[in-house]
């Protein structure tokens, strides 16, 4: 399977482009985050969400794959919602057309929560028969400890809150070193999301790889550089992804430090050649 890059912009992907890829009837499927999308925080818009429920792809079989990972991660106190999709294809006629995930997975435990889709009535039965044969049972007893656990959507939001309190302050760690080493030279940009677990950060264009290189000789262990995008090729060499929850938040200043002095020696380095 190959996979296609599509620009994205703060309302979600380049929606022309979307319409105009799904006229080959090679392309089976387009792959979505639409809340706090990885790596760039981003948020499809209403009028986004519609115009994917409404696309007419000429393969039949087409599937958008709407992976709401981050559905209940809002990190700061800006709320954001998005559109039932499933309802929207519904409405378009083509209510078997999305396959929509979430899990528990990044609000209790990696690889060891509860998982969900949903979907149109013939998609589902479909699905039901593949999952049938791939699962020899579920773990009734894990479900049970995370129904005991969560109890209800109140219970989910009031363990996400307790969750933003531990991941806000490294976000705005994050984001001030950049806003005041980086902005006032202008040879990056990046991403202020509301929620999601990244900060995406582009660098003057060709200088990521090096950039990232000198992080690695000071010490300071990065995602590779353009690791987001399909296959790693990002064309501008300029893409770098921070993932700032796991370690604590003295670690975070002073890899920010690192970071910060990387980037500005990479761009010398590509201004002076």
Known sequence: MELIPIAMSPDGPDMDAVEQAVQDPAVKGIWCVPKYSNPDGYVYSAETCKRMANLKPAAPDFVIMWDNAYVVHDIFDEVCEIPNILALCAEAGRPNMCITFASTSKITWAGA???AFATGPEQLAHLARLIGLQTIGYNKVNEMLHVRFLKDL???????????????????AVLAALDKEIAPLGIARWSKPNGGYFVSLYAMAGTAKRAHELCKEAGVTLTPAGASYPNSNDPQNSNLRIAPTFVTLDEIVEAMQVLVLCLKIAALEALIK
């Open 113 to 115: 929560g509860v998982s």
């Open 154 to 172: 109140d219970g989910i939001k009031a363990l996400m809150k307790k969750h933003a309190a531990i991941a806000r302050p490294k976000f705005e």
